[in-house]
Structures are given as structure tokens and as C-alpha cells.
């Protein structure tokens, strides 16, 4: 669960947008978790969406998902050895490439995907009663217009 922002000087730190767009997403994200858990993943933590989020239906490197989830190597390379030991994913080898390997959800990893995936709706609805429909509308397209703005951008 996410916590309140740090303080900075005995201060609170300032709520740029940035900082919201990021305590929206954790605030979203966190209600995933808890619903994992009811399904019986008791040891799925808000860090492993990190591998499930970036996963191709292929397989993926770990390097490939650390570049994805802005993250080091090694730090990937521990989540994924976490969640290869409690059965969500394997790794297999990489027909491109024959020193690497993918790593693929398992059974029970899809059975995590399908839960996450059976919750995003339920989220969209509660963040389209609090906006309305209007509003949720423009968030997606103002979202989108961040995105599709500042993706790839380098420093000018």
C-alpha cells in the first residue's frame, strides 16, 4: 500500500504533477493486490506487476523487462527468480538469441493476469462515477496527449 509523500526540510514535499500522476497510479494499483490475494496469490506483492505488466504473450528477457519497467537488470532478475520459485513464470530459451532466455507465465501466472485483468473495469467505473463519463473522456485523452507528447523525449 502506498504511503504519504515524504517530507522534504520538515516540509511536506510539493504536489507537482508528476508526483500526482505517480500517487494515482499507486492508488489504483493498490487495490490490485488485495484482490490477488482473495483469489489465493498470498504472496503476490505490488512489485511483481512490474514483470506481469511488461510481459509479452512470447516471453520476454530480462533485460527487455528492465528497460520496460525502468528498472536495473538485477533488480528485474530478482523479481522474476521471486515469482520463477513461486510458480507464476519460467524461463525458457530464447529461439533468437541462444544465450539468453524469456520468461513466460506459467498457469497460475495467467491466472494472475486474467484476475488483474478482470479488475481494470471494475477501477474504470469507480473512476467514471467519481469523474463522469464527460471527464473520464478528456482524462483518457488528456493522458494520451502526455503520452504520446513527452514518450521517447529527450532532454531539450
Known amino acids: 500500500m502506498s504511503t504519504r509523500i515524504p517530507v522534504l526540510a520538515g516540509r511536506e514535499r510539493p504536489h507537482n504533477l508528476v ?3 505517480r500517487e494515482a497510479f499507486t492508488a489504483l494499483n493498490d487495490l490490485v493486490v488485495p484482490r490477488l490475494v482473495e483469489h489465493g496469490f498470498t504472496d ?3 512489485a511483481h506487476g512490474a514483470v506481469f505488466q511488461y510481459l509479452d504473450d512470447t516471453g520476454t528477457t530480462v533485460s527487455t523487462l528492465a528497460t520496460r ?3 536495473t537488470k538485477q533488480a528485474m532478475a530478482e523479481l522474476v527468480a521471486h515469482l520463477e520459485r513461486s510458480g507464476y513464470v519460467v524461463r525458457v530459451p530464447d529461439p533468437d538469441d541462444r544465450r539468453a532466455k524469456r520468461v513466460l507465465p506459467t498457469e497460475r501466472g495467467r491466472d ?7 479488475l481494470a473495469p471494475e477501477i474504470e467505473e469507480r473512476v467514471e462515477r467519481l469523474l463522469g463519463p464527460a471527464r473520464l473522456t478528456a482524462l483518457r485523452a488528456d493522458l494520451e496527449a502526455i ?8 532532454r531539450e
Do not use: D, P
Open 112 to 118: 494472475v493476469i486474467a484476475v488483474a485483468q478482470r
Open 19 to 21: 508526483v500526482q500522476l
Open 69 to 71: 519497467a525502468q528498472m
Open 147 to 154: 503520452r504520446s507528447e513527452f514518450a521517447g523525449a529527450t
Open 44 to 46: 503476490f506483492r505490488a
